[in-house]
């Protein structure tokens, strides 16, 4: 049957009291029959309560009907009927049908506390705020001499998302989660949900790095969960809840302060789900790797809450704090194991912790609204991606299918970034295009936007909102997905501005770099978009080395340094082309490392003694060198006798405008008040 006619129902959704509009309400259209009703099909209200579905002609006509007899069924978040026109049917209706739902708040009390949207944090799983409470508590104690000579040299009391090593708070290593370590797991994880195709091999990185360190960690424990994961049966998410409701009753409600909030954990368990792409085996052993990092990092609550206390000037609280971190040793952030999924509803009964089962509980009830398609959108077609200079400014075009929907202030267009990665928020926002006019530059089958100014070659992907859904009490947004977005190399944009990505010097990304006279220093680079052109310019000690040579986008170059003498080599790389420029520049400084060690001191006020062997033929007036009564009062004449350490091949081992301080101690070891004439700066050699 050929494609029939194309009709419209199409209208708002508004409280009966103040005729507000409502987000997240599911509207269900249906043509009434004799006998069964056809389901035309659903959609969802928008921030504004505006709601459109279209459907095609042979969806309803038979051979008696002509035309669609409609009506329409509102239901909230939770699948409950709030509204319904069955007695209000529009009978034979033309191809547009406009209709007004007024619903009363009373029946919309439970989707109202359900429909708070997720708040989109950037950012690791913990916040800068919480995790700034518990150093400021510790600096307390320290100030207080509670953690004196506690933490080992060095390490300080840092507690930062950005530490790769156990991070030591008390008085001993304090390890945190391995989650903890991924200071931007919530923009991958956004993205994840968002369907950009960069951010999931990301996501699975992150996933497949925690295991890696798990499995060096506590290899028996991760042979258990492996066994575990075979299990492939889903959990009865009715009975969890009952249990929870149970275990409330018996042990009240959860602690109101946490150190990571729901609106960080939901998104990462949500990513989690989707990047297992439907594979139950995948996804569970994904959901054992992230949870039982969240429950790890879940049990520091009572970290938390007691450096609150300490911080509210409670004498008592401060004192709990030190006790709790003298007392948690290695093991304040408990092991991060991974955490049988599905759970064992036998095990319920005796978990006393209502975190625990409420993270559980919330992830099934994830799991089932994925597999409902509740939290999967629809897909979007891109056909072809064109551009006539892909310079920043000038127009991209965009053609295929199903671009539109009902959430046009979501649209966006998903650039790569000019550096290769959109994992900050920051360069993802930078990246991305919105419409300068959405009715006539967005529609369903064409979309045109102006390049960002930092939009490099890359996979593009569009933001396009389905809908929202309600799970775990609060509301998820859900996006369409792009037709098999990391395969599909119709959705890859080749332009942007000239880009230097990487240019380095024996794989060090830094402007200033030292290194040894005599060695031969690497340097790499990799600039975008292919075509550009590249050159390279090396100036040693002020002599042109290299003029403009012509490189290509991605290549090396060996430098040679010279040897025996300290150099300065500056390396420059050059990039252009119609769209625009870019400049990176390496400087070398060729220098050794000083051994500056002092191997004398002079103090002259009466007779004093150094190198006396040396002088003094009787061994009876031999003395420690520098050994010398002092009068107090009396002008004393210090020299130090200092060497440079350096070879003397080696611009005849000496270095120039070397300087000191002097430190005069009393006989306690306390500093003593003196004058002294200003240190003499000039240059020392290593040889005696």
């Given at each position: 049957?050929k494609?029939g006619k194309?009709f ?21 259209v ?9 389901k035309l ?7 504004d ?10 969806v309803?006509?038979?051979?008696f ?6 009506y ?20 034979e209706?033309?191809k547009t ?5 007024t ?5 919309l ?20 705020e919480k995790?700034?409470?518990i150093n400021?508590?510790?600096?307390l ?5 509670t953690?004196?000579g ?6 300080g ?9 156990p991070i030591p708070?008390?008085a ?23 369907n950009d195709p960069?951010a ?13 360190r ?13 066994k ?11 009975a ?7 275990k ?9 302060e946490?150190?990571i ?22 996804q ?16 520091m ?14 004498p008592a609280?401060?004192v709990?704090f ?11 952030s ?17 978990i ?5 089962i ?5 992830t ?5 609204a ?15 991606i ?8 000038s ?9 539109s ?17 959109n ?7 930078a990246?991305a ?9 967005w ?6 936007v102006?390049?960002?100014?930092e ?14 859904s309600s ?25 942007g ?18 290194v040894?006279p005599?060695?031969?220093i ?7 978009p ?6 390279l ?8 080395t ?6 290509n ?26 769209c ?13 490392v ?7 001191i ?6 004093q003694?150094?190198r ?12 420690p060198?520098n ?12 020299r ?22 002097l ?9 003593t008040?003196?004058?002294?004439s ?7 050699k290593?040889?005696?």
């Open positions: 049957m494609n194309q419209i129902v199409r209208g708002r959704v508004l409280t009966k009291e103040d005729d507000k509009g409502v987000l997240g309400l599911r509207v269900v249906f043509d009434k029959d004799l006998i069964f009703d056809d099909g659903s959609t969802v209200s928008n921030e309560g505006d709601f459109i579905l279209q459907y095609r002609e042979e309803f006509r038979d051979f009907e002509k035309a669609p007899d409609i329409v069924k509102v239901l909230d978040c939770n699948g409950n009927l709030v509204y319904s026109s069955e007695k209000e049917i529009v009978w209706a033309g049908v406009e209709l007004t739902v619903v009363a708040r009373s029946k009390e439970r989707h109202l506390q359900n429909m708070r949207p997720v708040i989109r944090l950037s950012g690791g799983v913990v916040s800068e995790i700034g409470v400021q508590a510790a600096k104690l320290a100030n207080r001499g953690l004196f506690t933490v080992p040299p060095g390490q009391w840092s507690f930062s998302n950005r530490s790769g090593t708070i008390g001993e290593y304090c390890p945190a989660p391995d989650i903890f370590f991924f200071e931007d797991i919530l923009n991958i994880a956004w993205g994840v949900i968002e960069c999931i091999p990301q996501f699975i990185d992150i996933v497949n790095t925690i295991n890696y798990k499995e060096v960690r506590n290899s028996e424990q991760i042979r258990a969960v492996k575990y994961w075979s299990k492939q049966s889903y959990s009865d998410t009715e969890v809840g009952k249990n929870l409701h149970a409330r009753e018996l042990l009240g409600p959860p602690p109101s946490t150190i909030e729901k609106d960080r954990i939901l998104p990462v368990i949500m990513a989690t789900i989707l990047v297992a792409r439907g594979d139950q085996h995948v569970n052993r994904y959901l054992s790797i992230m949870l039982g990092e969240l429950r790890a990092l879940g049990q609550d009572v970290v938390y809450r007691s450096a609150l206390d300490a911080l509210h000037s409670n609280g401060i709990r030190g006790e709790i971190l003298g007392h948690v040793g290695g093991t304040c408990p092991n991060d194991a991974p955490e049988f999924w599905p759970p064992d509803l036998d095990d319920i009964p005796y006393d912790e209502i975190a625990i409420e993270k559980w509980l919330c099934m009830e994830m799991e089932k994925i597999q409902n398609g509740f939290l999967t959108g629809g897909s979007y077609i891109i056909d072809e064109s551009w006539e200079d892909g310079c920043p400014g127009p991209i075009v965009i053609t295929g299918q199903n671009f929907s009902m959430f046009p202030s979501s649209y966006r267009v998903q650039f790569t970034h000019r550096s290769g990665s994992t900050s928020e920051t360069n993802a926002e990246a295009a919105v419409p300068d006019n959405i009715e006539t530059d529609t369903d089958t064409r979309i045109e102006l390049l960002p100014e939009a490099g070659p890359g996979l593009v992907s569009l933001r396009i909102l389905e809908n929202v799970v775990c009490g609060v509301g998820l947004p859900v996006y369409r997905v792009g037709r098999n977005p990391l395969f599909d190399l119709v959705a890859v944009f080749y332009g501005a000239p880009y230097i990505r990487v240019f380095t010097a024996n794989d060090l990304r830094l402007d200033e770099i030292r040894d005599g060695d031969t690497t340097l790499r680079w990799f600039v975008v292919n075509g550009v052109n590249v050159r310019n090396i100036v040693q000690d002020g002599a042109v290299v003029n403009n040579l012509i490189v986008p991605e290549g090396d170059f060996m430098v040679n340094i010279p040897g025996g003498q300290a150099s300065l080599t500056v390396c420059t790389l050059t990039t252009d082309s119609t625009g420029s870019d400049t990176r520049t390496i400087t070398l400084h060729g220098a050794l000083p051994a500056l060690n002092i191997v004398g002079e103090v002259t006020q009466a007779i003694y150094f006396a062997e040396d002088h003094l033929a009787d061994s009876a007036d031999h003395q060198d050994s010398v009564p002092l009068v107090v009062g009396k002008p004393a004449l210090v130090a006798y200092v060497r440079s350490g350096l070879p003397s091949s080696y611009q005849g081992g000496s270095i120039a405008g070397v300087n000191g301080t430190e005069v101690l009393s006989i306690n070891l306390e500093p008040t003196m004058s002294a200003s240190a003499s700066t000039g240059a020392i290593s040889f005696t």
